[in-house]
């Protein structure tokens, strides 16, 4: 069973940066997910990486973050740059995806880590 954790969320001001890291304890094969959640919504889709490094993004993301996952693929990284407050959710990792696009295709959950962008 592979457990996720997810951690680095905060608080920074527009324009500012943040690295979320997603750490899989057990052994996983799988694409690692990205997902943010704001109240009231369902988990949007941010950015996948495959075992053999081959990366999606949302476009609403694209060129300002950046997936990346450590040599031993037990951790996944998100770099976040020019965050804008519409990047304000909660941000969950997942794995186990039929479609690592769509949150409702995946098995796996990390408990999530706050992100807020405010001036």
């Known amino acids: 069973q592979v457990h996720l954790t997810e951690s680095g969320g905060g608080s920074v001001q527009p324009g500012g940066s943040l690295r979320l890291s997603c750490a899989a304890s057990?052994?996983?094969?799988?694409?690692i997910a990205w997902f943010r959640q704001t109240p009231g919504k369902g988990r949007e889709g941010v950015a996948f990486i495959s075992p053999s490094g081959r990366t999606w993004y949302a476009e609403s993301v694209k060129v300002r973050f950046t997936i990346s996952q450590d040599n031993a693929k037990t951790t996944v990284f998100l770099h976040m740059d020019s965050l804008r407050p519409e990047d304000t959710a909660m941000y969950y990792c997942?794995?186990?995806?039929?479609?690592?696009?769509?949150?409702?295709?995946?098995?796996?959950w990390g408990q999530g880590t706050q992100v807020s962008v405010s001036p």
């Open positions: 997942a794995t186990g995806c039929s479609n690592p696009r769509y949150s409702d295709t995946c098995r796996l």
């Open positions: 057990g052994y996983s094969s799988s694409y």
